[in-house]
């Protein structure tokens, strides 16, 4: 089985801040992860994933990931967040050893940047 | 280059009515997926294409709902008697294929609002 947990709601954090969107995972072997953004009235679009290889990843946007295999998990972070990230972000999963294509995305986490 | 689009972008049915929703993936990718989106039940993963054939219809909720892909492209999702419980944002994804670290990429949704 794959799941992901995005134990936060909601992040609200201040422009020009550090943000820092949490993601934890379960699987049974080594994971795909992913992370999509979602602005109002938009399908997904895609951020980063980690496959393999380094730790941290660099995505779009200025956004990165770092992979924790020890705490199973794959935090969102940006260094110093802009009003325009303001959205709604999703951690997905896929457990290689088991399925070729199927995602579990996490209930989502509504971020909020203020200026 | 286009992307995955999705029509129409807004629906308001009946309840009882039959509605289609249609997908039209990337140019070349092979596979192809059905995701919902509602309110408290976050994504949900409804069907898979690989090609033409759906290898997996497991998402599927209900007998009511079913879908089609001609000639390995454009994808149309078919809910027949269509119930308030339908209402949701209905998500097409499309990547080169399956397996693989390959990303999802989805389109922009249709908004289904069964009233």
């Known amino acids: 089985a794959q799941s992901v947990a995005q134990p936060e709601d909601q992040v609200n954090v201040a422009e020009g801040n550090p943000l820092t969107v949490k993601c934890t995972y379960s699987?049974?072997?080594?994971?795909?992860l992913f992370w999509y953004v979602q602005y109002p009235n938009r399908g997904l679009q895609f951020l980063l994933k980690?496959?393999?290889?380094?730790?941290l990843v660099k995505g779009s946007y200025g956004f990165e990931a770092e992979f924790n295999k020890s705490q199973t998990s794959f935090h969102l972070k940006k260094p110093s967040a802009l009003v325009s990230d303001s959205a709604l972000y999703f951690c997905?999963?896929?457990?290689?050893?088991?399925?070729?294509?199927?995602?579990?995305f996490g209930a989502g986490t509504t971020v909020t940047v203020r200026a | 280059g286009a992307g995955v689009s999705q029509s129409p972008s807004n629906k308001v049915t009946e309840k009882g009515k039959d509605v289609e929703l249609r997908c039209d993936p990337i140019?070349?990718?092979?596979?192809l997926y059905w995701y919902r989106q509602s309110l408290g039940q976050g994504l949900e993963f409804l069907i898979y294409?690989?090609?033409?054939?759906?290898?997996?219809k497991s998402g599927l909720p209900s007998d009511r709902f079913s879908a089609e892909r001609t000639g390995g492209s454009v994808s149309t999702l078919t809910i027949q008697r269509t119930q308030q419980e339908d209402s949701a944002v209905y998500l097409c994804?499309?990547?080169?294929?399956?397996?693989?670290?390959?990303?999802?990429?989805f389109g922009p949704g249709t908004r289904l609002t069964v009233t």
């Open positions: 997905a999963v896929r457990d290689p050893l088991y399925n070729d294509y199927k995602l579990s």
């Open positions: 140019s070349g990718h092979t596979a």
């Open positions: 699987v049974s072997g080594n994971p795909y």
């Open positions: 294409f690989q090609g033409n054939s759906a290898p997996d």
């Open positions: 994804a499309s990547s080169p294929r399956a397996g693989g670290g390959h990303e999802q990429y």
């Open positions: 980690y496959i393999t290889g380094d730790n």
